[in-house]
């Protein structure tokens, strides 16, 4: 992740100005569609929002995007991403839109560092991280418990972990964290995972990861870190602790649509979008995780963005005509 200072950086968001198309969020669907956008001449701004590269960033390695037969790095790809948006005149702005007004246009936007005004816009926020919500997590969070194994599986060189899901990131992210503990412990509330096949395969053939099924976290405790995590068994009732010195996270994802609400239709969180990424504001498009609860790859990601872009140029090309 590129955590950025916003404080330290100024936008050069100026009322004045009329942008062609305005993308907000700089994951793999926010630069497609600045590719794409820059490449229909349409000038595209990037508003890069609180984590440049998005989610995908965050990723050690991406094994299934095409063309990278090896994988690529997460953050590698995103800074390849960038690049090329930028080769072809994509502008890109370290800056977080906070506010939106999509009932007239050309649409504002207003950001942490100034306002926007575009005649198309394409939402790309992605999604965030889900919490448990549970005692002592918001406390010890930079203190054991975290969200985010590439940013911070260094810290536990030897040290025992526990991961809580069942998912694909769950069972990615444990054996990433196999490079540093000593071992690491999936705490899922089945007994069946919900990853794909072969990240179970490998999960199950790892000495250093084990299992604990149909078992929820109940509290992370400790004083100054993490000490222990209560477990409570979802089938027996049965209660019990686990000494850790981390807990990582990751049971899945809320889309950062919050300021869209009341402005575009949604779904469960997620910007309603048809075939062609149209959202239901005529010019504005939405791409990725804040609109696809479904698929929530790289790959469709990108597509998606790209789609959005498309769709960006003909609509500016018939509202101009
Ligand atoms: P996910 O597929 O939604 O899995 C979330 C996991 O967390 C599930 O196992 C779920 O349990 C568990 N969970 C949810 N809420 C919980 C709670 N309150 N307490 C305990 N456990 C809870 O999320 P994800 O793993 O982040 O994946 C998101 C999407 O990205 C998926 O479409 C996935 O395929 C994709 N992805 C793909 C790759 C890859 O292709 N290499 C890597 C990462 C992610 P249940 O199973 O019981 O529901």
Same mark, same amino acid.
């Given at each position: 992740?590129?955590d950025?200072?916003?404080?330290?950086?100024? /936008?050069?968001?100026? /009322?004045?100005?009329?942008?062609?198309?305005?993308v907000?969020?700089?994951?793999?669907?926010?630069?497609?569609?600045?590719?794409y956008?820059?490449?229909a001449?349409?000038?595209?701004?990037?508003?890069?929002?609180?984590?440049?590269?998005g989610?995908a960033?965050?990723?050690y390695?991406i094994? @299934?995007?095409?063309?990278?037969?090896?994988?690529?790095?997460?953050?590698?790809?995103?800074?390849?991403?960038?690049?090329?948006?930028?080769?072809? /005149?994509? %502008?890109v702005?370290?800056?977080?839109?906070?506010?939106?007004?999509?009932?007239? &246009?050309?649409?504002?936007v !207003?950001?942490? @560092?100034?306002?926007?005004r *575009?005649?198309?816009?394409?939402?790309?926020?992605?999604? =965030?991280? @889900?919490?448990?919500?549970?005692?002592?997590?918001?406390?010890?969070?930079? %203190?054991?418990?975290?969200?985010?194994?590439?940013?911070?599986?260094? $810290?536990?060189?030897? !040290?025992?972990?526990?991961?809580?899901?069942?998912?694909?990131?769950a069972?990615?992210?444990?054996? $990433?964290?196999? %490079?540093?503990a000593?071992?690491?412990?999936?705490?899922?509330? %089945?007994?069946?995972?919900?990853?794909?096949?072969?990240?179970?395969? &490998?999960?199950?053939?790892n000495?250093?990861?084990?299992?604990i099924?149909?078992?929820?976290?109940?509290?992370?405790? #400790?004083?100054?870190?993490v000490?222990?995590?209560?477990?409570?068994?979802?089938?027996? /009732?049965?209660? =019990?602790?686990? *000494?850790?010195?981390?807990?990582?996270? $990751?049971?899945?994802?809320?889309? @950062?649509?919050?300021?869209?609400k009341?402005?575009l239709?949604?779904?469960?969180g997620?910007?309603?979008?048809?075939?062609?990424?149209?959202?239901?504001?005529p #010019?504005?498009y939405?791409? #990725?995780e804040?609109?696809d609860?479904?698929? &929530?790859?790289?790959?469709?990601?990108?597509?998606?963005?790209?789609?959005a872009?498309?769709?960006?140029? &003909?609509?500016?090309?018939?509202?101009?005509?």
């Open positions: 992740m590129v950025l200072n916003l404080t330290n950086l100024s /936008g050069s968001g100026v /009322g004045d100005e009329l942008l062609d198309v305005l907000i969020g700089s994951g793999p669907a926010g630069f497609a569609a600045a590719l956008a820059a490449r001449e349409m000038k595209p701004v990037v508003l890069t929002g609180m984590e440049l590269g989610q960033a965050l990723t390695t094994e @299934n995007y095409p063309g990278f037969p090896e994988g690529v790095g997460g953050s590698e790809l995103g800074e390849l991403f960038q690049k090329q948006a930028v080769h072809f /005149g994509a %502008r702005e370290f800056d977080t839109a906070t506010g939106v007004d999509l009932s007239a &246009r050309p649409f504002k !207003k950001t942490e @560092n100034g306002e926007y *575009a005649k198309s816009i394409i939402v790309s926020t992605g999604a =965030s991280p @889900n919490h448990l919500n549970i005692s002592g997590e918001a406390e010890l969070t930079g %203190r054991g418990v975290s969200y985010c194994a590439t940013c911070d599986g260094w $810290f536990f060189k030897d !040290k025992k972990v526990v991961v809580v899901g069942g998912g694909d990131s069972l990615e992210e444990a054996l $990433f964290l196999t %490079r540093y000593s071992s690491v412990t999936v705490i899922h509330r %089945r007994d069946e995972l919900r990853a794909g096949a072969i990240l179970q395969k &490998r999960a199950f053939k000495e250093k990861v084990d299992f099924w149909d078992t929820i976290v109940t509290e992370v405790t #400790g004083a100054e870190k000490e222990k995590v209560k477990l409570e068994n979802l089938k027996t /009732g049965e209660e =019990s602790e686990l *000494a850790t010195d981390g807990v990582f996270i $990751f049971i899945g994802h809320t889309p @950062n649509t919050q300021i869209f009341d402005q239709e949604m779904e469960d997620y910007i309603k979008v048809d075939a062609l990424m149209q959202t239901s504001v #010019g504005v939405a791409a #990725g804040a609109a609860p479904h698929f &929530r790859q790289v790959i469709t990601s990108a597509g998606m963005g790209a789609a872009a498309i769709q960006a140029a &003909r609509f500016l090309e018939e509202a101009e005509a």
